[in-house]
T-cell receptor, first 113, second 107 residues
Framework: KAGVTQTPRYLIKTRGQQVTLSCSPI?????VSWYQQTPGQGLQFLFE???????NKGNFPGRFSGRQFSNSRSEMNVSTLELGDSALYLC????????????FGQGTRLTVV | KNEVEQSPQNLTAQEGEFITINCSYSVGISALHWLQQHPGGGIVSLFMLSSGKKKHGRLIATINIQEKHSSLHITASHPRDSAVYICAVHNTDKLIFGTGTRLQVFP
């Protein structure tokens, strides 16, 4: 079956702009979670959605938001981009977040200039 | 102090060697994950553990809940095992990651 698909793979944005990233989970998976990976902070949990509801949220400012659609596809949005938002953004899909195997996408590498 | 600590941070090995990567955590968990990340960013889930031991091919993962410690073992290591190995724990409503162990296996 098809894996987790993230689009776009690479993105360059300017400070102050906003960006939307997309994640299509494995068919049948209703949990989608998002992560930020930077050289300084490593991997950090952003948020998790299940059946269109945000169930869990990490310690990120309100500029980071997301949503999930009825087909389980998820988007994350970052507004008013800062240089420090440059990172690899990964999403993962699960049958049930945390307690079942997670399947990760290839990530979107965002560069803010 | 980080809630999830991994050791070592870097590891080099000759092909065929037995490898152990350790993960210690200080929070209550419902599950622990071992992940593998290759250059380019893609992450693969290797194991999810809540108790005991799991084996998949040359990989073995163990967890001791009382000691809050997990190990990932690679038997007969191979250059294709070269990657970053990341431990992550599921703590109530969040996933907490270790900083990763960079493994290089030379032929």
């Amino acid at each position: 079956k098809a894996g987790v698909t993230q689009t776009p793979r690479y993105l360059i944005k300017t400070r102050g702009q906003q960006v939307t990233l997309s994640c299509s989970p494995i068919s049948g998976h209703r949990s989608v979670s998002w992560y930020q990976q930077t050289p300084g902070q490593g991997l950090q949990f952003l948020f998790e959605y299940f059946s269109e509801t945000q169930r869990n949220k990490g310690n990120f400012p309100g500029r980071f938001s997301g949503r999930q659609f009825s087909n389980s596809r998820s988007e994350m949005n970052v507004s008013t981009l800062e240089l420090g938002d440059s990172a690899l953004y990964l999403c993962a899909s699960n049958l049930e977040w945390g307690n079942t195997e997670a399947f990760f996408g290839q990530g979107t590498r965002l560069t803010v200039v | 102090k980080n809630e999830v600590e991994q050791s070592p941070q870097n590891l080099t090995a000759q092909e065929g060697e037995f490898i152990t990567i350790n993960c210690s955590y200080s929070v209550g968990i419902s599950a622990l994950h071992w992940l593998q990340q290759h250059p380019g960013g893609g992450i693969v889930s290797l194991f999810m553990l809540s108790s005991g031991k799991k084996k998949h091919g040359r990989l073995i993962a163990t967890i001791n809940i009382q000691e809050k410690h997990s190990s990932l073992h690679i038997t007969a290591s191979h250059p294709r095992d070269s990657a970053v190995y990341i431990c992550a724990v599921h703590n109530t409503d969040k996933l907490i990651f270790g900083t990763g162990t960079r493994l290089q296996v030379f032929p």
